[in-house]
């Protein structure tokens, strides 16, 4: 073959070869993983009792704020905590904690190490007779739970008004309620249970922790 030939032939196989090489670079370059469900992927409050906790006032209001890298070791006491309203949530002495003095809506702000996180609440007024909502288990962790009663009293009377109240959840991502049963999805975050008897009203928070 002619020498000019020749290398007329390399160049067309070195042209064909990089682009077959260039093309499975790029078919094959790898792809942002997806955080599975539970993965805390930034700076995240999460109510901070074992209970639904309820929101209404003369009551202290605890919450944890969580890092990306560490989502089962809160950093309260390294965060700065601050209210939108010290009428209706005032920043108490314990760290990631509130004194529920007003009823309203108020927005949490929890800051640590550049990064915020914020959570509305809302407080009801301390008002008789009133209606607590519970739920007879502790937080779940992310993972399919099944679902866990909710079992609401009139205050200081103990009444269960479970069969004739009304319920419903602040966020179908986190919980679902059909009838006086909560089913949980396997997502962190929070949620309001509400539930509504005879002209009465009241709500509770919890949240859906990351698995262990």
């Not at 639904?52 to 950093?75: H, I």
Request: glycine share 8%; charged share 15%; proline share 9%.
């Amino acid at each position: 073959m002619h020498s000019c030939a020749r290398v007329g032939w390399i160049l067309v196989r070195c042209v064909v070869a990089s682009a077959l090489l260039a093309a499975i670079s790029c078919s094959g370059s790898p792809t942002a993983p997806t955080s599975p469900p539970g993965t805390i992927s930034a700076l995240t409050i999460l109510y901070g009792v074992t209970a639904c906790q309820p929101l209404r006032v003369g009551r202290v209001l605890a919450l944890n704020v969580y890092p990306p890298e560490s989502p089962r070791a809160n950093v309260n006491s390294a965060s700065r905590w601050t209210s939108s309203d010290p009428s209706v949530l005032l920043l108490h002495p314990a760290p990631g904690a509130f004194i529920m003095v007003g009823p309203g809506t108020a927005e949490v702000r929890a800051e640590y190490q550049g990064s915020v996180a914020s959570m509305a609440i809302t407080i009801q007024p301390d008002v008789y007779p009133r209606l607590d909502v519970t739920v007879n288990n502790n937080f779940p962790d992310v993972a399919p739970r099944g679902r866990a009663e909710v079992i609401p009293a009139l205050a200081r009377a103990g009444t269960d008004v479970t069969a004739d109240a009304r319920f419903s959840s602040s966020d179908q991502r986190i919980a679902t309620v059909e009838g006086a049963r909560i089913t949980f999805q396997p997502r962190v975050g929070n949620v309001t249970i509400s539930a509504t008897y005879n002209g009465l009203s009241g709500s509770c928070g919890m949240s859906v922790y990351p698995k262990p």
